[in-house]
């Protein structure tokens, strides 16, 4: 009986956390919320400062645990980081001065709204750059699931930096 009272008490307080969205972490951390108050009836002498940092933490792991599902997979993120470092080049002048090239690997008409990505051009400049080339059956198994920036289809385009139709992901940038 105290653990249906508690699950239904503490399932409604972690859904009321903002951090916390998905419906499969308010309930699996209500539980373990629940079964402590039901230890606390086993054993009495757990102290009260003890409780409340144990559902602190516990609280707590399910903030961290929707925070890790709302990051990107690490595949993603590595591909992200690879294009961001590869799609703005610094090139050097005479004098010490140097330019700042964008968009080197972006093929969107619109680079300030879209991002248009075409793997095989990626990869290409991974393996000029000496960066280690992301495994691409894993890549295309991925980055529809990118959530900074968004995904939003897969298409043949018109490339900004070719000048000739071909087959990008494209991405809505945030």
Request: proline content about 5%; glycine content about 2%.
């Amino acid at each position: 009986d105290t653990f249906k009272t508690k699950l239904s008490f503490y399932r409604d307080k972690l859904m009321a956390n903002d951090k916390v969205k998905l419906q499969r972490i308010v309930e699996n951390h209500a539980k373990l919320l629940a079964l402590l108050d039901c230890l606390k009836a086993v054993l009495p002498d757990i102290p009260t400062t003890v409780m409340e940092e144990a559902k602190t933490l516990i609280e707590t792991m399910a903030e961290t645990r929707q925070d890790s599902l709302n990051e990107d997979h690490p595949i993603v993120q590595q591909f992200w980081a690879q294009f961001d470092y590869m799609d703005t080049r610094v090139r050097e002048l005479p004098e010490g001065k140097h330019i700042d090239e964008e968009h080197q690997l972006n093929h969107s008409v619109t680079p300030d709204t879209s991002i248009a990505v075409n793997l095989e051009h990626f990869h290409q400049q991974c393996k000029l750059h000496d960066l280690p080339i992301i495994d691409n059956k894993e890549l295309r198994r991925k980055l529809p699931g990118s959530k900074k920036p968004k995904y939003k289809k897969n298409e043949t385009t018109h490339s900004k930096l070719l000048r000739k139709s071909i087959r990008c992901w494209i991405f809505e940038r945030q």
